[in-house]
């Protein structure tokens, strides 16, 4: 049977002037006990044992106890308290703590204006129900902890710590203001669930150090840095979340790997998915909108697997530097102001049926020889500039890839790069279907070119092209041309159609000598171009300027000014 004692400053029939006495007496009897308390503020350090409640005789608000040095409230037993108020100020030690068993704050405020307002120390379990924190952290060390419909305002440091095994479920719960992060899991177990989180100083929720974090249905907003972060080998998932303004949306580095569904990643200032320095990660039916720079970017060792997402406003869609790699399959990327997908500085990524619509740019790759691509079964769709251009030594690969409707050139490879083309189609292009410039080489198997308004294939500079059963149907200037020195051969290649642009007649290939034109099937003439003497060397005269004898690039002009500056910009290392 549970003892029952009142606790009352003003006296009265069988009551104690403060809780210490009747704490005394109640352990002295060694039965459970009922503490009840009359309004007021006590100024005392109580140290509970036994199976104890402590209980606001009033309601919650009514009770403050509170000292300014030391500990408030030490738990060894069975404790519970319910409706009071419990207020520190020594950051050495704990507001609370929980010393052995178990620990229960219902509708209890704990104030810690610095240091720890809770402590589970090691095979404890503790409790905290439609409770406020203010100020300090709650921390979880290898114990066993539930956090349900509380809030936690302005913590110093971590609004909520699991380390050293311990595990915890935040369920309900808001967290706000924190110095640093939200929820911390440091080699431990947190489960979180059904929370706001908002205003942390670093990232809302992070694993590390192989912790293990689970998240679901979460709403994190206005942080400073990141949403959520896996790092350090760390593990977990997170399911029907959403974040909305924060640095990143999701960070996984340095070997971490969650496993990501249903999640929305809006108007981040950075990137929404970042995968960078060995980050791991699976995401699934995810959603990236309006991120200022990149949505999904893998690098420096980044591998992310990425499915069943959809990309929507924003910058740019993918993209995979400085050795970053990733598998991206049924990505849809639409409405951004930069490039859908990019690839450059010996990024590595696999695009499998991706679509891609109303963007200034397609695919871009460029980098050396470890800069590679492989695109199958894709569409790209009113692209602007072109769906495919390579550059520098990179390597592409497109598998039966589709090109509609606007951009200069489909498909375009220059620098040194080699871009190999089977079963693709353009349709409804611009300035050419596929194009090989520099000294680029251009592979192509059974690609259709339909509907140009100028060239259906052409090769400029030194670059290579190798061409096969492939089809070039109603281009406006030609088939195929191919100028200055561009080698190569076009073999079993049919060209069709009737129409010219403008008072030009189109032609099957307009070639200079130098590519092998093998059962070529057409009704449409081959001109060969005419050669032309060499022309005088190029002069640029301007006036009190400089003179220059042939092509100039890159170069700033500055005359009759008194002061000259000279700039130089160079890109974040970290971003494209």
């Known amino acids: 049977m549970v003892a029952r004692y009142v606790v009352s400053p003003r006296g009265g029939r069988r009551a104690y002037p403060d809780i210490t006495s009747a704490l005394r007496a109640a352990e002295s009897r060694g039965r459970p006990a009922l503490i009840e308390i009359a309004p007021g503020h006590y100024e005392e350090a109580l140290t509970v044992r036994g199976e104890v409640r402590l209980a606001a005789a009033e309601g919650p608000g009514s009770v403050l106890v509170s000292r300014p ?47 720890v307002a809770v402590h589970a120390r090691p095979r404890t379990s503790v409790t905290l129900r439609d409770s406020i924190v203010l ?96 790092i350090e080998q760390s593990r977990g998932s997170v399911d029907r979340t959403r974040v909305t303004d924060a640095l990143h949306g999701i960070v996984t580095k340095s070997g971490a790997g969650p496993v990501v569904r249903g999640s929305v ?48 406003g924003g910058n740019v869609g993918v993209a995979v530097t400085e050795g970053g790699r990733g598998r991206f399959a049924r990505v849809a990327v639409e409405d951004l102001t930069g490039t859908a997908l990019r690839v450059y500085d010996e990024g590595g990524a696999v695009f499998s049926q991706v679509r891609v619509e109303r963007c200034p740019a397609g695919l871009e790759a460029r980098g050396n020889g470890g800069t590679t691509a492989e695109v199958t079964d894709a569409v790209f769709r009113d692209i602007g500039l072109g769906a495919v251009a390579i550059d520098g030594q990179s390597r592409v690969t497109l598998r039966n890839v589709t090109a509609e409707r606007g951009g200069m050139v489909a498909f375009a490879v220059a620098g040194e790069a080699l871009l190999q083309i089977t079963d693709s189609r353009a349709t409804e292009v611009g ?52 100028e200055e020195s561009a080698a190569g051969r076009l073999a079993g290649c049919t060209v069709d159609g009737t129409g010219g642009a403008g008072d030009t007649d189109a032609v099957a290939v307009r070639h200079n000598g130098l590519v092998d034109l093998t059962s070529l099937r057409t009704s449409l003439p081959v001109v060969r171009h005419k050669e ?10 301007v006036f009190n300027g400089p003179v220059f004898n042939g092509p100039v690039h890159d170069v700033q002009l500055a005359w009759n000014n008194g002061h000259v500056v000279q700039q130089q910009t160079e890109g974040d290392s970290t971003h494209p």
């Open 532 to 541: 032309k003497p060499a022309a005088p060397p190029q002069i640029l005269q």
């Open 265 to 312: 990643f809006a108007d981040c200032r950075d990137t929404g998915i970042n995968a960078q320095d060995a980050g791991l990660g699976t995401f699934e039916h995810c959603r990236v909108l309006g991120a200022r720079n990149v949505a999904v970017f893998s690098t420096k060792g980044g591998a992310p697997e990425v499915r069943d997402c959809r990309v929507e």
């Open 431 to 482: 300035s050419g279907g596929i194009g090989a410039l520099g000294s680029g080489r251009l592979v192509a198997r059974n690609v259709t070119v339909t509907g140009s308004e100028g060239l259906g294939l052409f090769g400029t500079g030194s670059a290579y092209v190798d061409v096969v059963d492939s089809t070039f149907t109603d281009c406006a200037v030609a088939g195929a041309s191919f």
């Open 69 to 115: 040095r030391g500990a408030v409230l030490d738990a060894f037993g069975a404790v519970s308290v319910h409706g009071l108020t419990l207020a520190g100020r020594d950051a050495g030690v704990d507001v609370v703590g929980c010393h052995t068993g178990t620990l229960t704050l219902d509708r209890t405020e704990v104030r810690a204006h610095d240091g």
């Open 135 to 230: 100020y300090g952290r709650t921390v979880f060390t290898g114990s066993a902890g539930l956090v349900e419909r509380c809030r936690f305002t302005d913590a110093a440091d971590n609004a909520i710590a699991a380390i050293e095994g311990a595990r915890v479920t935040v369920r309900g719960s808001r967290i706000e203001g924190s110095r640093i992060h939200g929820v911390r899991v440091c080699d431990a177990y947190a489960e979180v669930v059904g929370c706001e989180l908002t205003g942390t100083g670093q990232a809302a929720l992070v694993a590390d150090t192989r912790g293990e974090l689970a998240v679901a249905e979460c709403a994190i907003s206005a942080v400073h840095a990141e949403g959520i972060m896996f």
